[in-house]
């Protein structure tokens, strides 16, 4: 069983940046996957990065790149979200999950554990 908090979101102006951390419970952490997703109001929870278990593989959503980083610290049993140039579309609850396997995973089935989700609010 593997239990997750997020935290780090908030109200951010376009441009800005945020980082969102992701503590996990758990002496096992550092034997799934891990990866962030989020929701917009409206709209279907969506992929936005993914990270394997050791950290030497990272994904992102085409939307992210080049302005998301995904990182984990397994000492630590954490994982991030660095956030930066910011938009407005970036607005959405995000959720850290993790995933009974190695390897980065971009679809939702693999994910077990999810936490509770962090809103981020970009204004315009």
């Known amino acids: 069983q593997v239990q997750l908090v997020e935290s780090g979101g908030g109200l951010v102006q376009a441009g800005g940046s945020l980082r969102l951390s992701c503590a996990a419970s758990g002496r096992t952490f550092c034997m799934y996957a891990m990866g962030w997703f989020r929701q917009a109001p409206g709209k279907e929870r969506e992929f936005v990065a993914a990270i394997s278990w050791s950290g030497g593989s990272r994904y992102y959503a085409d939307s992210v790149k080049g302005r998301f980083t995904i990182s984990r610290d397994n000492a630590k049993n954490t994982l991030y979200l660095q956030m930066s140039s910011l938009k407005s579309e970036d607005t959405a609850v995000y959720y850290c999950?993790?995933?009974?396997?190695?390897?980065?995973?971009?679809?939702?089935?693999?994910?077990?554990?999810w936490g509770q989700g962090t809103q981020v609010t970009v204004s315009s």
């Open positions: 999950a993790a995933a009974r396997t190695g390897g980065v995973l971009s679809t939702e089935g693999p994910y077990v554990y």
